[in-house]
């Protein structure tokens, strides 16, 4: 379990930024760090956390809201953070099964497909 009192804030701070939950959404991003998860999958995604690789503390989810299946949940930055690109994302879904990747460098992805099966990333060319 991630234990960090300032990447804590950090992580609070980027769920207070209320991360956009649309149907259609495109990955034009301000931020290097900004992507898009599309929930491609059967289920919905009821938490997602998004944390420094090297925070100890998940912190708080950054979805508002659950994700339900055909939607995309848009991941803004509310700061600038220049190199600051590798994270780690888990996904809890509704029938309980959990999803990760970790040492995900954010600045290189722009849309992350979550399918029943696999997970796939557009990334920038």
Known sequence: MKLSRPLHLLTAVL?????????????????????????????????????????TDWGYPVNPSEVPSGAVLHITFPYAAPG????????????GRPDQLSDLNICNVLTIHITDTQITLDTVQ
Do not use: G, Q
């Open 15 to 55: 769920a207070a930024s209320v991360l956009l939950l649309t149907s259609h959404s495109t990955a034009l991003a301000d931020d290097a760090r900004d992507f898009d998860i599309s929930n491609e999958s059967s289920y919905a995604m009821t938490s997602v956390w998004l944390a420094p690789s090297a925070a």
């Open 84 to 95: 600051a690109c590798m994270y780690d994302l888990h996904i809890a879904y509704n029938d």
